[in-house]
């Protein structure tokens, strides 16, 4: 089957193999910064273009890869370019800033809707930020189309897609009729380096920028990630005991020692 289309979805974040120090929460005003941590593309997203990628070198295939958030760099995003995608659509807007799994999702297929026809949707198995692991499928359901999770082998045969999905001790091959959307494992393989001269003609192709007003979005259907105390910092007592087991004794025999309060960390 040619001229399969392809769209990918790909999450900047920031990066995951940044040391943990330089994340700050702030408790006060439940917020997270990872300010100084550089962004990349979330690395299960970058499995998902290596998939797309493969199937296009077999089959010959039109890869578009969206993005959604704001104040998305577009040099970070040119990396899909530069690895051999064809088409780059950043959907940037202040009100996609920490949006939510299902709201991401909301924003991604009316961006996909308004592309028109696709094949196959890959999108990474979970976010390296969140790891929420939720929008690719909540995405299925929105479009109404058949998902697999979980990939570590996407192919196309006989104008179906084959699928390797991984479950607990091996995996299990399944066959779906197109379109269909798909989540990405890592088992796929680590997305190519792009080549020095790929990366100077990433940077001639124009970028597509579409706002929450192109593609029709009801900004009051937006809710962004929250976060939330589960519990409070308790008091209690701490109660210390010492023991000692005689000569001829199967259990040990305890007595109490001390007792003092204590907070819970």
């Known amino acids: 089957m040619n001229g399969i289309r392809i769209?990918?979805?790909?999450?900047?974040?920031?990066?995951?193999?940044?040391?943990?120090?330089?994340?700050?929460?702030?408790?006060?005003?439940?917020?997270?910064?990872?300010?100084?941590?550089?962004?990349?593309?979330?690395?299960?997203d970058e499995n998902a273009i290596e998939a797309a990628l493969c199937i296009k070198e077999e089959d010959g295939a039109e890869v578009t890869v969206l993005s959604v958030g704001a104040n998305i760099s577009h040099a970070v995003l040119r990396k899909a370019l530069a690895v051999g995608a064809d088409n780059l659509i950043l959907l940037d807007d202040p009100h996609f800033k920490d949006l939510d799994s299902y709201s991401t999702a909301y924003v991604l297929s009316n961006a996909i809707k308004k592309i028109g026809e696709y094949d196959l949707i890959l999108t990474g198995r979970q976010a390296g930020d969140w790891?929420?692991?939720?929008?690719?499928?909540?995405?299925?359901?929105?479009?109404e189309i058949v998902s697999i999770n979980l990939a570590r082998s996407i192919k196309i045969e006989d104008g179906m897609v084959a699928v390797e999905k991984m479950i607990?001790?091996?995996?299990?091959?399944?066959?779906?009729?197109?379109?269909?959307?798909?989540?990405v494992s890592s088992e796929v393989g680590e997305l190519?380096?792009?080549?020095?001269?790929?990366?100077?003609?990433?940077?001639k192709p124009p970028i597509e920028v579409w706002s929450a007003e192109?593609?029709?979005?009801?900004?009051?259907?937006?809710?962004?990630?929250?976060?939330?105390?589960?519990?409070?910092?308790?008091?209690?007592?701490?109660?210390?005991?010492?023991?000692?087991?005689?000569?001829?004794?199967?259990?040990?025999k305890f007595s109490y020692s001390s007792e003092r309060d204590c907070v819970n960390p």
Do not use: W
């Open 131 to 143: 790891d929420s692991g939720q929008t690719g499928l909540i995405l299925g359901e929105i479009l």
């Open 168 to 183: 607990q001790g091996g995996y299990e091959l399944v066959r779906a009729e197109m379109p269909s959307l798909v989540t």
């Open 7 to 44: 769209v990918v979805c790909a999450k900047q974040v920031p990066d995951p193999e940044a040391p943990f120090t330089a994340v700050e929460v702030d408790s006060e005003a439940k917020k997270i910064s990872t300010k100084g941590i550089p962004p990349v593309i979330n690395p299960f």
């Open 214 to 252: 192109d593609v029709e979005i009801d900004s009051e259907k937006l809710k962004t990630i929250e976060i939330m105390e589960l519990f409070s910092v308790g008091h209690g007592k701490a109660v210390s005991f010492r023991g000692r087991r005689f000569p001829g004794e199967k259990r040990r």
């Open 192 to 203: 190519r380096y792009p080549t020095v001269k790929r990366r100077l003609q990433a940077l």
